[in-house]
């Protein structure tokens, strides 16, 4: 008997139910999905993909599907996704409605695990909801000028520097760069350190940031002076300075994302806390406080 696609209800508790039973399964190929390797941003979410035995598949499933298939897509070449995830949907599909048929749904343990699924999509929801409110413009803005308020300006420096093994290798080479050879060129050439391949460059940092003996020369020196090689436990190093400045926040952009991710933290946090305090909590083997009412 065909089954009523039209019922958005019920297709989604199919949709849920086929994510319960076939969680592990292996999708077999098929000629579908070309279309699914556009991103899932340009997708029209009730398009439908494909029907099996009457149950629409849409492009809302699919990308329901690309989080619940996050860990097995890796291992999955890019261009393949799409097939994978309509395969995937698919068989599912087809499964549960052979489950379903056979009385599964009657199964305790299956409806324990449908309202735990359902309770998991209500607190998503809901969590995710409660972090939009809270990451607004004018709380990004709030929370980025408490954060800086106390912000603790310091000297620091942009400095590059060449690594090697021995004292003989780094005089030899400082030789080379009172000679007249570029600095930036040498470190490529000799230095073991990662920053060979930028010239040896360090970027900018405070003097707390490097082993004392780096960052007492690199803080003594004028810019543009290259130094005597220096001893550290890592080997001998030759510095150049490239720059002196006094620190700065970091600009309100440059660290929006972390911004937002605090506030709705905090904002999920305090949601659960509140409602932890409302809630009347008993576990079991716990003693009802005075005058309150044992959970029933």
Known sequence: MMMNS????RRMRHLAAAFLLCGALVPAASGFAKAQETTAAA???SEVIVTVNGIEITNADVHMAIGELAEVLRQVPPQQHGEYIVSFLTDITLVSQEAEKEGFTDNEDFKRQLAFLRNKALVQAKLTAVGEAAATDEAIEARYKEAIKDFDSKEEVRARHILVKTEEE???????IDGGKSFEDL???HSTDGSSQNGGDLGYFT???MVAPFGETAFSMEVGQVSDPV?????????KLEDKRMSSPPQLEEVRAEVVRNLIQTARRDYITGLREAANIIRKGDEPAEGQKPAE
């Open 170 to 176: 780094a005089k030899s080479i400082k030789a080379e």
């Open 6 to 9: 039209s019922n958005p209800a």
């Open 187 to 189: 470190a490529k050439e």
């Open 231 to 239: 001893k550290t436990q890592f080997g001998w190093h030759l510095i």
């Open 207 to 209: 003097k707390d940031m």
């Open 43 to 45: 997708m029209d979410p």
